[in-house]
């Protein structure tokens, strides 16, 4: 974080990059100094309404974010930022986005938790596009356009006011990552399943064990006895979509031995949040990945220490596999399949968990087959990760490699369904 005297007194270390959040409401003209250099720009956490309209100026300028402030127009210069990739509007007040208004190679768009009732047909136009992030604003359709956006792999659309998902969204040949919940269209069978309440103050958090999109995850105890694993989820709106559709795709999951149980819900917490309780996973298990970095966009990456055998490997694969099937006969889309979401240990054994971005859907509907594949051209993506991890049997991971590329064929419809996949 650089503070307000750095920038005036120009004594910014790193001229690449530049972070201020310090009540900002104009945008402050000493940035100019490093229009040569400016790779990076988060001005995230203060109340500016506008951009200057030479933004231009900033050649090499490939990150912006501009979350919290209290933008209502979403700022049209920024189309002329030549390097441009990557752009963060997350809580603000937006309520018009301009035709025209996004670089033709922009790859990452985050517009979580504003007012915007409808999107700019423009936005067919970039077709880099691989991350388009907008749960929790009032968007009424998709313009057609969009079909354009071959490269989508990451969609988050729920908590909006949709009353149609269009067919081709689902048949975008690389879309893997989608989220749809909390619309008017969405499909909410009864939910029968009753969990006990636990209330807050009977929880003694005791440490937190990660964090998600959604909400963060902490080893607690109940009643100074029995240890749990808790997840608090982080307000009203998420960029996943609502605390409740996760918390209701959670009580349908129905008991696997490769998700993590459910014990209840959390009652009357302190500062009024939602909150779940999961039996505590063995402190043996660790996470397989760590989530996508702004280099990788959609893809997660690894530490360059880890390493797999390939009967590890073949576990892990196999217990996510199952998991999936689990979930997709319950007519849940997980929406979220990645290496991040999945705990392992030493043996290979697997949980899959995170549910913030699940979306229930019918079964019989004429969209049901392609909504699967989404879910399984993420599990063809994870088995090229975890391959790449693997050090032994060279046969074997060029088999895993023929499945995976099945996983992810252009034609959505070509590809196998859980059930049809075999190791």
């Given at each position: 974080m650089n503070t307000l005297q750095e920038l005036e007194l120009d004594t910014i270390k790193d001229p690449t990059q530049i972070t201020l959040s310090c009540g900002l409401t104009e945008f402050p003209q000493e940035i100019y100094r490093y229009e040569d250099s400016l790779e990076m720009l988060d001005l995230s956490g203060n109340s500016l309404t506008e951009l200057p309209l030479d933004m231009h100026r900033f050649k090499k300028l490939k990150i912006a974010f501009f979350s919290r402030n209290n933008f209502t127009i979403f700022p049209k210069q920024l189309a002329e930022c030549p390097a441009l990739t990557m752009i963060g509007f997350k809580a603000n007040q937006?309520?018009?986005?301009?035709?025209?208004?996004?670089?033709?190679?922009i790859q990452w768009l985050i517009l979580?938790?504003?007012?915007?009732?409808?999107?700019?047909?423009?936005?067919?136009?970039?077709?880099?596009?691989?991350?388009?992030?907008?749960?929790?604003?009032?968007?009424?359709?998709?313009?057609?356009?969009?079909?354009?956006?071959?490269?989508?792999?990451?969609?988050?659309?729920?908590?909006?006011?949709?009353s149609?998902?269009?067919?081709?969204?689902?048949?975008?040949?690389?879309?893997?990552?989608?989220?749809?919940?909390?619309?008017?269209?969405?499909?909410?069978?009864?939910?029968?399943?009753?969990?006990?309440?636990?209330?807050?103050?009977?929880?003694?958090?005791?440490?937190?064990?990660?964090?998600?999109?959604?909400?963060?995850?902490?080893?607690?105890?109940?009643?100074?006895?029995?240890?749990?694993?808790?997840?608090?989820?982080?307000?009203?709106?998420?960029?996943?979509?609502?605390?409740?559709?996760?918390?209701?795709?959670?009580?349908?999951?129905?008991l696997h031995k490769n998700i993590v149980p459910l014990i209840a819900t959390i009652s009357n917490h302190s500062d009024g949040?939602?909150?779940?309780?999961?039996?505590?996973?063995?402190?043996?298990?660790?996470?397989?990945?760590?989530?996508?970095?702004?280099?990788?966009?959609?893809?997660?990456?690894?530490?360059?220490?880890?390493?797999?055998?390939?009967?590890?490997?073949?576990?892990?694969?196999?217990?996510?596999?199952?998991?999936?099937?689990?979930?997709?006969?319950?007519?849940?889309?997980?929406?979220?399949?990645?290496?991040?979401?999945?705990?392992?240990?030493?043996?290979?054994?697997?949980?899959?968990?995170?549910?913030g971005a699940a979306t229930f859907y019918d079964k019989n509907s004429k969209d049901a087959s392609f909504i699967e594949r989404l879910d399984v051209r993420a599990f063809g993506c994870l088995i090229q990760d975890v391959v790449s991890l693997i050090q032994d049997n060279v046969d074997g991971k060029k088999k895993l490699l023929k499945i995976s590329e099945k996983c992810m064929l252009d034609e959505v419809i070509d590809r196998p369904n859980f059930e049809e996949i075999r190791f």
């Open positions: 937006l309520v018009e986005f301009p035709e025209n208004a996004l670089p033709l190679d979580t938790d504003n007012r915007l009732e409808k999107l700019p047909r423009s936005i067919g136009q970039c077709k880099k596009l691989q991350k388009f992030v907008m749960a929790g604003n009032c968007i009424t359709e998709l313009p057609e356009e969009m079909k354009n956006c071959t490269s989508l792999e990451l969609v988050r659309i729920s908590a909006n006011q949709l149609l998902i269009p067919s081709w969204l689902y048949q975008l040949p690389r879309l893997s990552w989608l989220a749809f919940s909390g619309n008017p269209v969405t499909y909410v069978p009864e939910i029968s399943v009753q969990l006990p309440s636990i209330d807050w103050s009977r929880l003694e958090v005791l440490q937190q064990l990660g964090e998600g999109a959604s909400g963060i995850i902490s080893r607690a105890r109940i009643d100074g006895e029995k240890e749990v694993a808790i997840k608090l989820f982080k307000g009203d709106v998420t960029s996943d979509g609502y605390p409740q559709d996760e918390l209701a795709t959670c009580l349908s999951t129905g949040k939602q909150g779940i309780v999961m039996e505590l996973i063995p402190s043996d298990y660790k996470n397989l990945g760590l989530p996508p970095s702004f280099d990788s966009c959609t893809r997660d990456v690894f530490p360059t220490e880890q390493q797999f055998t390939f009967k590890q490997g073949m576990n892990i694969l196999n217990g996510v596999l199952q998991a999936a099937k689990h979930l997709h006969a319950q007519g849940i889309m997980h929406g979220d399949l990645y290496a991040h979401n999945t705990l392992y240990n030493e043996e290979g054994q697997a949980y899959f968990g995170d549910f």
